[in-house]
């Protein structure tokens, strides 16, 4: 995959990340919040990270599908062999509630795999990146690229997943989403371990946790769609993790008919069994 589009997704990311802190940081918005035909809330910043990133990814050749954007029918979407997936604001709830825990997320998507992604949390100024062929990553303090060429940023980021031993064995669960199926998950975890640790966060900082080894697994028993997952997606896989359909051994799929994901369990890849 070439390294300019990797470079363009960066620089979508961090910009939108600036647009969105440009809200998040005045004392005086109100962030305008308005209600989804889901019902899930929307602000201003979702809009304005959303026209930031159509504007640095309009210089690929590959469509967007982009939570904030029109969501062409599958008939015509079917026939995009690659393409971007891309959540502008993740983690709006949060966002809202002023925690810091939302990312935003850009995916490259090849043949319905993520084979590219940038996960960015600006209230950290932390960015998580990974390609198929070339690992994964983890930048802190960084707000802009200026410049800086892909082995430039190789250089200052840090591989992941990192080198952790755990004494626990480490959950990370959704904050606003702890359903009971994910209750009865970590229950039948504290019987097979030792010593279960329980870690809540919001966004696709959840995957990131586990890409960085941070974490042992990530379930996720509620609804997600496919832009709150492939960015992240894309990171695990760089980073020897997959997003495995709950009860199968079969990896998330995107681009499909229906945008939803079935429920998923992020952990380290599966060692087949010959």
Not at 67 to 77: D, N
Request: aromatic share 8%.
């Amino acid at each position: 995959m070439e390294r300019r589009y990797i470079l363009n997704a960066i620089d979508a990311a961090l910009q939108a990340g600036e647009k969105i802190l440009s809200i998040y940081d005045d004392p005086a918005s109100d962030f305008q919040v308005e209600k989804k035909a889901d019902n899930s809330p929307l602000t201003i910043a979702d809009r304005k990270a959303h026209e930031t990133i159509c504007r640095f990814l309009a210089d690929t050749p590959f469509p967007l599908l982009s939570e904030e954007g029109k969501h062409l029918p599958f008939s015509e979407r079917r026939s995009w062999e690659t393409l971007w997936i891309v959540d502008p604001l993740d983690g709006t709830k949060e966002f809202i509630k002023r925690n810091g825990e939302f990312t935003v997320n850009i995916a490259l998507v090849h043949h319905s795999v993520p084979v590219m992604g940038v996960i960015y949390v600006p209230v950290k100024k932390e960015l998580y990146f990974g390609v198929h062929d070339s690992g994964a990553y983890k930048l802190s303090g960084i707000t802009a690229r200026d410049g800086m060429s892909w082995d430039e940023l190789l250089a200052k980021a840090v591989r992941l997943p990192e080198t952790s031993v755990h004494e626990r064995f480490v959950i990370v669960a959704s904050r606003s989403h702890l359903t009971p199926e994910t209750e009865d998950y970590i229950e039948k975890m504290k019987c097979s371990h030792a010593e279960v640790e329980l870690i809540s966060s919001g966004s696709s900082i959840k995957i990131c946790l586990v890409a960085e080894g941070k974490a042992d697994v990530y379930p996720r028993f509620a609804p997600t769609m496919e832009w709150d997952t492939a960015a992240g997606h894309a990171i695990a896989r760089a980073a020897g993790m997959e997003i495995y359909q709950a009860g199968k051994e079969e990896p998330l799929q995107y681009n499909k008919e229906d945008l939803l994901n079935p429920w998923f369990i992020v952990e380290p890849k599966h060692t087949e069994i010959k």
